[in-house]
C-alpha cells in the first residue's frame, strides 16, 4: 500500500493546484458566477484567471459562456457534472489522505540500519 | 493559499451578505420614527395623509435596486439556487399577524385602550427570525430578534416601561433601525474582506 506521502505526489494537479482548486470549490457552491467574481474571490489578475479557466474548460470540468448584458460583454462559468465528480473526488481523497497520515508510523527495518 | 472555507461560505451567502441592500429599509424605519416624534412632515400639497405610509415605503425600499446593482457592478453576479422555502414559517406568520390584529381589536373595542405590547415589534421581530432561520447563520440576526421581542413584550410585565404607546413604538424602531444597519455592516465587511481588489496586469509584473 502506498505511504500518505507517495500518495500525495499523484494528487490530480489539474484541480489541486491552488487557484483551480479555489475556482472549483466557489463554482460548487453555485450554479454559475462570473468573471468578475471569481477575479476578485481569486485575487488572479485577468489573464492568470482567464488561463486558469481555459485549462479547466479544456479538461471538460467546466462551462464557460460569453453573454451580453445590456452592451457590455460578460462572462460566465459553472461546474459540469465531472467537475463536480473531479472535486467531490479531491476532497475524499485528502480527506482520507489527512486520516492516512495521522495513522501513519515509521516502520523500523532492521536490515537497514 | 486560499481559505476555501471562507470562499465556500461567501459563495453560497453572496446574496444574504450584500448587507448594504438594507440600508434603505433602516432608512425607513429612521424616518418612520423622525415622523412619529413629529420632527419631519410630509409637503403641504401631500393632501392624504393615508397614502404616506404606502408611498414612503415603495420610495425607500426602490432604493435597494440601485444597491444591488452597485454589488453587481463591484463584485460581479452569481446565481444560486432557489432560495429554501419556509412555507411552515409563513403560514405560522399569518396565524401570528392575524392573532395579533383580533387581539389589538378586541382589546381597543372592549376596553377602549390600544394594547401594551408593540405588534409592529413582534412583526419586525419576526421578520428577522425568519431570515435567521432561512439563512441558518448568523447569531446576529438572532441578537437582534430577541431583543426587539423583548423590548415589545416587557411591557406585559412593567406598563410603566414606556411613557406612551408612540415613544414605545419609536423607540423599537430606531433599535429596529440600527440593529438592521449593523447586522448589514458586518454582512458587507464579511463579504469585501474576501473578495479583494481586482488586481491589474501592471500589478503582477511588480
Known amino acids: 500500500m502506498p505511504e500518505p506521502f507517495e500518495e500525495m505526489a499523484g494528487l490530480d494537479r489539474l484541480v489541486h493546484e491552488p487557484a483551480r482548486l479555489a475556482i472549483l470549490t466557489a463554482l460548487s457552491a453555485c450554479e454559475s458566477a462570473d468573471f468578475l467574481f471569481l477575479q476578485r474571490l481569486t485575487g488572479l489578475t485577468k489573464g492568470n484567471l482567464s488561463s486558469h479557466l481555459a485549462k479547466l474548460e479544456a479538461a471538460d470540468l467546466i462551462w464557460v459562456r460569453k453573454e451580453t448584458a445590456g452592451r457590455k460583454p460578460r462572462t460566465i462559468c459553472g461546474l459540469k457534472e465531472a467537475g463536480q465528480t473531479a472535486i467531490d473526488g479531491h476532497w475524499e481523497r485528502l480527506e482520507s489522505l489527512r486520516r492516512d497520515a495521522r495513522q501513519w508510523r515509521p516502520v523500523f527495518d532492521p536490515g537497514t540500519a | ?206
Open chain 2, 1 to 206: 493559499m486560499y481559505d476555501l472555507a471562507r470562499i465556500r461560505y461567501v459563495t453560497e451567502h453572496y446574496h444574504d451578505l450584500q448587507g448594504l441592500i438594507r440600508l434603505p429599509v433602516s432608512l425607513w424605519l429612521l424616518a418612520w420614527s423622525a415622523y412619529d416624534l413629529g420632527w419631519i412632515y410630509p409637503p403641504a400639497w401631500f393632501t392624504n395623509e393615508w397614502l404616506l405610509f404606502p408611498v414612503a415605503a415603495i420610495l425607500f425600499l426602490a432604493l435597494m435596486w440601485p444597491i444591488e446593482k452597485l454589488y453587481e457592478r463591484s463584485f460581479g453576479c452569481i446565481a444560486t439556487e432557489r432560495r429554501a422555502k419556509v412555507e411552515p414559517n409563513k403560514r405560522a406568520f399569518w396565524i401570528l399577524c392575524g392573532g395579533l390584529t383580533f387581539w389589538s381589536l378586541a382589546i381597543f373595542f372592549l376596553t377602549e385602550e390600544r394594547p401594551v405590547v408593540s405588534e409592529l415589534g413582534l412583526y419586525i421581530a419576526f421578520f428577522v427570525f425568519l431570515e435567521w432561520r432561512r439563512r441558518s447563520d448568523g447569531k446576529h440576526l438572532l441578537v437582534l430578534g430577541i431583543v426587539l421581542a423583548a423590548m415589545s413584550l416587557t411591557p406585559l410585565f412593567d406598563r410603566s416601561m414606556y411613557p406612551s404607546a408612540t415613544v414605545r413604538d419609536v423607540a423599537i424602531k430606531l433599535v429596529a433601525a440600527a440593529g438592521i444597519l449593523a447586522v448589514g455592516t458586518i454582512d458587507h465587511v464579511t463579504l469585501v474582506r474576501t473578495l479583494g481588489p481586482v488586481r491589474r496586469e501592471e500589478q503582477s509584473r511588480a
